[in-house]
């Protein structure tokens, strides 16, 4: 019974340490998003043209170009894990995509940050490159963040035709997938020559009820984010007709941006640079970024930090730990018959284990003491250098 105690009070703890007042280490972070970022993504974006699965070759062939070059955007900063969602519409293969970073403490539960980049008449500089726009710039600046919860970047397609990439994901891509929360953007831009000070959060007040409640708290949440990190106002309204309906349908929590001074243009050929704000994009990103930081737990005590020398070639297995034993293998014939001091550190930078062998074979085992279920860092240090790494002990 007290093994199940300390397990729920330290996840209470975790959750506690992230209630949301302003974080310096966010706010760091959401420091690094910038104007000029912000400004080339939409002016890449909108240089494809109309990106159209439902339309001919040439509106077709720029969709597949725009999804070429989110690829490369991402694993231009660092993404590994990107890949393409397919699926036929309109007799054409189109394509999610799908970029995932992995979380230290609940990597398999994901918060999903989306947007469509599919256009409708235009090249679709507010709807929606100015989402598509802000989804990179966090992506960019969040790539070595380290966060609690797994992060999943998302640009779907054929959403104009019906919410049909979101759809499709939802439905057969993330079955099984346990999602936290799903974040969408769409359009906000904003409107030329208006003063765009106030963003719209948008909450599910929609059917099934039994997911309301929950959205509520964290539009709330969101919309607080957003006037910490950002210059903007907020406003709280209901969530309809864009791609987190379709998550919403099977029950997830969802929340949402929409632009409050709503362009006249959209979908139409005047959806055009000149014709929305990106000042007010920038403001809507940086917010976001907080907003995001906060709903998958980044905090910078949970990066593990190896350092590229030999004790890289230290081995630590299995992971997880069981049975209370746990072995060092020793990859390089200079660490051999070497003195190996150890700590078991907890998730609170607790010390709660010291000791030392030495290494006289290949591989060692160490006997632990018995500990509770949870997640930990073993850190190795032999002649005053350090290799650290994360362990679970089941």
């Avoid at 955007?73 to 590994?80: A, E, I, L, N, V």
């Avoid at 990179?136 to 054929?158: D, G, Q, W």
């Avoid at 831009?189 to 599910?204: F, P, Q, R, Y």
């Avoid at 990066?303 to 030999?310: F, G, I, L, Q, R």
Wanted: hydrophobic share 35%.
């Amino acid at each position: 019974m007290r093994s199940y105690f300390i397990s729920f009070l330290f996840l209470l703890l975790v959750e506690l340490s992230f209630a949301q007042t302003w974080n310096a280490y966010h706010q760091n972070i959401v420091d690094n998003c910038t104007l000029s970022n912000t400004t080339n993504n939409i002016n890449e974006f909108v240089a494809f043209g109309e990106k159209n699965a439902a339309s001919n070759n040439t509106k077709y062939n720029n969709l597949v170009a725009a999804k070429n070059w989110l690829i490369s955007k991402y694993q231009s900063y660092g993404y590994t894990d990107v890949v393409e969602d397919n699926f036929t519409y309109n007799g054409k293969t189109v394509t999610n995509v799908v970029v995932t970073k992995i979380g230290e403490l609940y990597p398999n539960t994901f918060v999903i940050i989306d947007g469509h980049y599919d256009t409708l008449n235009g090249v679709g500089a507010n709807d929606n490159g100015s989402g598509v726009s802000l989804i990179l710039e966090i992506a960019r600046v969040m790539v070595n963040v380290p966060t609690a919860y797994s992060i999943k970047f998302i640009n779907f397609t054929v959403e104009e035709q019906g919410l049909h990439g979101s759809y499709y994901y939802a439905n057969t891509t993330s079955l099984g997938l346990d999602i936290r929360y799903v974040f969408n953007i769409d359009e906000v831009g904003g409107v030329a020559g208006m003063t765009n000070n106030t963003i719209t959060c948008e909450s599910d007040q929609g059917i099934p009820n039994s997911n309301n409640e929950a959205s509520a708290i964290l539009t709330n949440e969101l919309a607080t984010s957003i006037e910490l990190y950002s210059s903007l106002n907020t406003q709280i309204s209901y969530a309809y007709n864009s791609d987190y309906m379709s998550f919403e349908n099977k029950g997830e929590i969802i929340t949402g941006l929409y632009e409050t001074n709503e362009t006249p243009y959209a979908h139409t050929s005047s959806d055009i640079i000149a014709n929305m704000d990106i000042p007010y994009v920038f403001e809507i990103t940086k917010g976001s970024a907080g907003a995001l930081l906060h709903f998958a737990q980044a905090n910078e005590s949970l990066k593990v930090n190896d350092e590229y020398n030999e004790l890289t070639n230290v081995k630590v297995f299995p992971n997880p730990i069981r049975n209370n034993r746990v072995n060092f293998m020793f990859n390089s014939a200079n660490l051999i018959n070497k003195k190996v001091d150890v700590k078991l550190v907890d998730i609170l930078g607790n010390t709660i284990l010291k000791t030392s062998f030495n290494s006289t074979t290949k591989i060692s085992q160490l006997e632990l003491n018995q500990f509770n279920v949870g997640v930990y860092f073993i850190v190795v240090n032999i002649e005053g250098k350090e290799k650290r790494q994360k362990v679970m002990i089941k």
